[in-house]
């Protein structure tokens, strides 16, 4: 199947510093990305959708400039969590779909980012 | 909206016998794909297996297989022979078919399997 990497996988950062999570498709184009979030034992929540080359659509309730999205290749998007804080502190995961083998709905996960603001 | 309910937040099972996980979602379309995803402590999503609404026939994948109850929307999982390596969050998931929608995932279910 596809592949997506996502790093880092883990990060400890500084409260009011920001940090950059890249999310590569190795072996497929990406038109679309999905990154979520997820914390102990729950589901995960749809944070925004990353088109390459335009604005990503963020889900009701996630702060735009905060969680900044940029997805400037078919292959890379990134998610930049600016002034992180404590509350900031979380695990992030990637996903995207392979649509040359039609359109199944089937995404394909990253490793996810373990975040951690002191 | 789509919505995605699994009811068992946890579930355990002996190690080679057979679980079945519950899922039932709710949607107004009438074609779409149904997942059922694992995510195990390394906490990689790997899909598990995967059905299309207009298939009657349910899916299955080695020791995995569904029952998928259309009329019902009622998706479940049913795992044979269980091994320690099953132990995991199990998430069902539905796609609406439209390229660029999202996954609706449910709340997911912790399966231990135990030696």
């Known amino acids: 199947g596809a592949v997506v990497s996502q790093h880092p996988s883990w990060v400890i950062c500084k409260s009011g510093t920001s940090v950059k999570i890249e999310c590569r498709s190795l072996?497929?184009?990406?038109?679309?990305m999905f990154w979520y979030r997820q914390f102990p034992k729950q589901s995960l929540m749809l944070m925004a959708t990353?088109?390459?080359?335009?604005?990503?659509?963020?889900e009701q309730g996630v702060e735009k400039d905060k969680f900044l999205i940029n997805h400037a290749s078919l292959t890379l998007s990134t998610l930049t969590v600016t002034s992180a804080h404590p509350e900031d502190s979380s695990f992030y995961i990637c996903?995207?779909?392979?649509?040359?083998?039609?359109?199944?709905?089937?995404?394909?996960f990253g490793e996810g980012s373990r975040l951690t603001v002191l | 909206a789509q919505t995605v309910t699994q009811s068992q937040p946890e579930m355990s099972v002996q190690e080679a016998e057979t679980v079945t996980l519950s899922c039932t979602y709710d949607?107004?379309?009438?074609?779409?794909?149904l997942f059922w995803y694992k995510q195990p402590p390394s906490r990689q999503m790997i899909l598990v297996i995967r059905?299309?609404?207009?298939?009657?026939q349910n899916a299955t994948e080695n020791r995995f297989s569904v029952n998928f109850q259309k009329a019902a929307k009622s998706f479940s999982l049913k795992i044979s022979d269980s091994q320690l390596g099953d132990t995991a969050m199990y998430f069902c998931?539905?796609?609406?078919?439209?390229?660029?929608?999202?996954?609706?995932f449910g709340e997911g279910t912790q399966l231990t399997v135990n030696p």
């Open positions: 072996d497929f184009q990406a038109t679309t």
């Open positions: 996903s995207a779909r392979d649509l040359t083998s039609g359109n199944t709905g089937e995404l394909f």
């Open positions: 949607t107004s379309e009438s074609n779409y794909y």
């Open positions: 059905q299309e609404a207009y298939k009657q």
């Open positions: 998931a539905f796609y609406r078919g439209t390229s660029g929608s999202r996954l609706t």
């Open positions: 990353s088109n390459e080359g335009s604005k990503a659509t963020y």
